[in-house]
């Protein structure tokens, strides 16, 4: 008699016991969290370096021209005042801090890019961009001050900028605010969720 192929299956698998399973195994399961790799993350990046000199012009009759003492300041819609005056102040911690015054602006924009995405994704909130006041600079003055405030315009994780206080370089200095990162938002709503669970 020849069995199918059903009935062959059945036959093989009939001394086969099936995994146990607890809810404790399932919870453990399902509350593994999806981390990219390193190359998943370094081709991101690049990804996005190339959209930002995409909308990143280097050409200095796009610039709305800063005069090199002039004070600047920018920032999104719904940042609280409180927030933006300790960023004026510089009362915020820096762990970064970029000195472009001396670049051409192609080196100054590439380098602007790669530390912006770069402290972005390791967390940090703020950095120091040192741009110089140009006051020799061509085809007029302000010229490197003009651009990196353009830049940080259009950066999307940029949160808000404001000229520097005199100790840290004044009118020749940003301090730069950036976004939360999204690995920033899961920890703290973590921390959040933790803190108002039963002690």
């Known amino acids: 008699m020849h069995l ?3 009935e062959l299956f ?6 086969v016991t099936p995994l146990k399973t607890d809810s404790r195994t399932q919870r453990e399961h399902y509350s593994i969290e999806y981390k990219p790799t390193a190359g998943q993350v370094a081709k991101q990046a690049a990804l996005n370096e190339h959209e930002l ?11 709305n021209q800063k005069a090199p003492d002039e004070i600047v300041f920018h920032r999104h819609d ?32 590439h380098s602007i890019i790669n530390c912006i995405l770069g ?8 950095i120091l961009i040192i741009h110089g006041k140009g006051f ?27 000229s ?15 976004k939360k990162s999204q690995q920033k938002r899961i920890e703290n709503s973590e921390l959040n969720r933790k ?5």
């Open 10 to 15: 059945f036959q093989e698998m009939a001394d």
């Open 53 to 63: 000199l995409q909308i990143l012009s280097i050409e200095p009759h796009v610039f």
């Open 136 to 162: 020799h600079s061509k085809p007029y003055a302000g010229l490197m001050k003009s651009a990196v405030c353009d830049w940080l315009t259009r950066i999307e994780q940029v949160a808000a900028f404001h």
């Open 119 to 126: 402290a972005y994704e390791r967390g940090e909130r703020n």
């Open 78 to 109: 719904g940042m609280q005042e409180a927030v933006f005056k300790h960023l004026r102040l510089g009362k915020y911690d820096i762990k970064t801090i970029l000195d472009v015054h001396q670049y051409s602006l192609y080196q100054a924009r």
């Open 4 to 6: 199918n192929e059903t």
């Open 164 to 178: 520097a206080t005199p100790e840290q370089g004044g009118s020749g200095a940003l301090f730069v605010m950036l």
């Open 195 to 199: 803190g108002h669970g039963f002690r």
